[in-house]
């Protein structure tokens, strides 16, 4: 073989590796992605995915349901509960620092028995939820916009420009199409972003928190915000104060979530089995403060709760938050500037959060395509040569998103259906790798720094049945009397997707989805397999490494006379040498087949055998695994006992082809296969 690369200088010392890679390949995976990211990075992308504004939407409703005094208490109780559900996932999350994270730790938590069908219902509702996420938070921050406009024009009671259902729409997808394209960039650039958000949304909240309550006049009594109980029949149709209590901590429930994000991007994260947890956790404890702060600095700034729902007053109806800060400012000010400045942050609030939305779900997509799990997997695979971001992925994610939007073109509900879809498809996907954790053998638990220990079934149980009651008061009608324009349409949507999901497992799915591969026994096996001379799985090849300019064009002229032709889309090829691998990522490949000639050009990297060996068996397929795995144990049963006396053969031809095993060779193997494949 004919190569021109740089001289690669060869280390059989021990390489030094990142501790989260190092669990990464002992799990079956190859390091594919750029590991970059710092704690405070991903605390960034975490934070933003959850961010401080995401209720602002639904303040009013959940106000209008039982008042100021459930709402405010609600979130403490919610926060409370969601603890658990953060520690447990935080358990499993340094010992499984992956980036499929939750359809990863299902399928290994739940055995090989139920592994395959708890990542399959994992992945599918994780999915279900970050895309609908998307939509979630292209919808808020065009109703943001909306709002904006029309203050900047001269509101509603003004002749100001309120924004038709069409072009609320061309927002809404402008949106989604921002956040795809910017995530086609490096990760650094994402990363860069984050950090720019994670500001935003921190000095952007305590300007909201602080300044909005200090601007408002007059500003309500303590007791109005933490006693004051009323529920509202007359709008809602709700009669029960119970049901009433329930719909009114939906804010709650929408808001603490989404801190999954950082183990998303474990596998681009500097030491994940610990920055990861720890990401997690702090997430939920900075948006549990400011989250309650921003609702208080709202409910004490309110001026006249019955205005706040009129049609006609100066936002028309369309968002009780933009209400109270513009009747803040219009009070001390006479005048909307300071409401505008407000929704703008606002805004940006809900453009970051979508982008780092649309960052996890594509990393969902490109999870479950690494597998083999969803139809044209090899398309939504790739990774950008340059960039190492999986970007048929993320346009793949913004096209689903773009099409949920759709139904606002007629119906006044889809902001309910969508952010109850996203709820219950996000959450519900936390439920899976919980359940398998609590029900499991503790034994078969590898920890990682961070562990529950013997509080493992207490806090894993209260995690779990809080999420069973999130998903399921999310699926109950928020209006009475239930009309076709009023009705909460995800449990018939979600009921269908999940239907015909389930019903693709048990006709074909379940015969070829085995979740994440698990090669760690092969790996083990790679130590003590020989990889050079007679009786190795590879031909052996000596690489001739030109680097001069005149060697390199007699090397071209000689090419161009025996006729080598390129082979396009090589994403890699891999060079054995004694116990290491010299790789080539994305190289120009040229072939002449009649004179067996192969040149190979690029950068080269040098690599452990074992590195390198589960990204290349997780390529094979089912039945090529089944191959490999029994060729490695017959070697593994030929390898002689330590210390034993073995005449050594020379070799008589460093090019022929040796035999796999003795009676079989590479030809044999090949008419195996062929016959399995029939």
Request: hydrophobic share 45%; charged share 15%; with cysteine.
């Amino acid at each position: 073989m004919a190569s021109r690369s740089e001289d690669v200088a060869v280390n059989h010392d021990d390489l030094e590796m990142d501790s989260g890679e190092k669990r990464l390949n002992e799990l079956g995976y190859k390091q594919e992605l750029r590991r970059e990211m710092t704690l405070f990075k991903t605390l960034a992308i975490t934070f933003s995915s959850m961010a401080v504004f995401t209720g602002t939407p639904l303040y009013g409703p959940s106000l209008r349901y039982a008042g100021p005094a459930s709402m405010i208490w609600g979130w403490l109780v919610t926060t409370f509960f969601t603890w658990f559900v953060g520690i447990a996932m935080a358990d499993i999350c340094s010992s499984f620092p992956t980036t499929g994270s939750l359809y990863f730790w299902a399928a290994h938590l739940s055995g090989p028995k139920w592994g395959p069908f708890a990542s399959w219902c994992c992945v599918w509702l994780e999915s279900i939820g970050l895309i609908s996420g998307m939509g979630a938070q292209a919808y808020s921050g065009s109703q943001a916009l909306q709002i904006v406009i029309l203050l900047s024009t001269g509101t509603n009671k003004g002749g100001g420009y309120f924004a038709s259902r069409g072009v609320f729409l061309c927002i809404y997808m402008c949106l989604i199409l921002i956040w795809a394209f910017l995530n086609t960039f490096a990760l650094r650039v994402i990363a860069f972003l984050g950090i720019i958000s994670i500001w935003w949304q921190v000095i952007g909240g305590l300007i909201v928190i602080i300044m909005l309550p200090l601007v408002a006049r007059p500003t309500q009594p303590i007791s109005y915000v933490f006693t004051h109980f009323e529920t509202s029949p007359h709008s809602t149709g709700i009669n029960s104060i119970p049901y009433a209590v329930i719909m009114s901590v939906l804010l709650s429930n929408y808001c603490l979530y989404g801190y999954d994000t950082a183990a998303h991007l474990t596998e681009e994260t500097k030491g994940a089995d610990r920055t990861g947890p720890i990401a997690i956790l702090s997430s939920i404890g900075i948006i549990s403060v400011f989250g309650w702060a921003y609702n208080l600095a709202l409910t004490f700034s309110i001026k006249d709760p019955n205005y706040l729902y009129d049609v006609n007053n100066e936002t028309a109806g369309a968002l009780v938050p933009a209400q109270i800060i513009y009747d803040a400012f219009h009070g001390r000010f006479h005048n909307s500037a300071g409401a505008v400045i407000f929704l703008c942050i606002i805004w940006g609030s809900f453009f970051f959060c979508g982008l780092s939305v649309t960052t996890s779900a594509a990393r969902v997509v490109y999870a479950l395509s690494r597998d083999r799990g969803i139809p044209f997997s090899q398309i939504w695979r790739k990774v950008h040569p340059k960039h190492k971001v999986p970007t048929n992925a993320v346009w793949l994610c913004a096209a689903i998103s773009i099409i949920l939007g759709l139904p606002i073109l007629k119906l006044d509900v889809v902001f309910t259906a969508i952010i109850s879809i996203s709820t219950i498809g996000w959450v519900g996907s936390y439920a899976v790798p919980i359940l398998a954790r609590l029900v499991m053998d503790e034994k078969d638990f590898k920890p990682g720094p961070f562990y529950m220990g013997r509080s493992r079934r207490a806090v894993c149980s209260v995690a779990f049945l809080w999420i069973c009651y999130t998903c399921w008061a999310f699926l109950l009608p928020t209006l009475y009397p239930i009309q076709w324009r009023t009705f909460n349409y995800a449990p018939v949507a979600l009921g269908i997707v999940l239907a015909m999901v389930m019903l693709w497992w048990i006709l074909d799915a379940r015969k070829w989805f085995k979740g994440p591969m698990n090669v760690e026994r092969l790996q083990k096996m790679a130590g003590a397999v020989r990889t050079g001379g007679k009786g190795s799985m590879r031909r052996k090849k000596k690489a001739v490494h030109k680097t001069t300019t005149t060697d390199d064009k007699r090397l071209q002229s000689t090419l161009k006379r025996i006729g080598v032709n390129a082979i396009p889309a090589i994403e890699e090829v891999n060079i054995f040498k004694d116990d290491f691998v010299i790789q080539f990522l994305n190289p120009k490949v040229q072939a002449s087949i009649a004179a067996n000639t192969w040149v190979v050009s690029g950068s080269p990297q040098t690599k452990k055998l074992q590195d390198i060996l589960p990204g290349i068996i997780n390529q094979l397929g089912p039945d090529n695994l089944d191959n490999l795995r029994k060729l490695a144990e017959q070697f593994q049963k030929q390898v002689p006992p330590a210390g034993a006396g073995a005449a050594t053969t020379q070799e008589e031809d460093d090019d022929d082809v040796p035999e796999l095993v003795p009676g079989e060779t590479f030809e044999a193997a090949a008419e195996e296969e062929g016959q399995a494949a029939k």
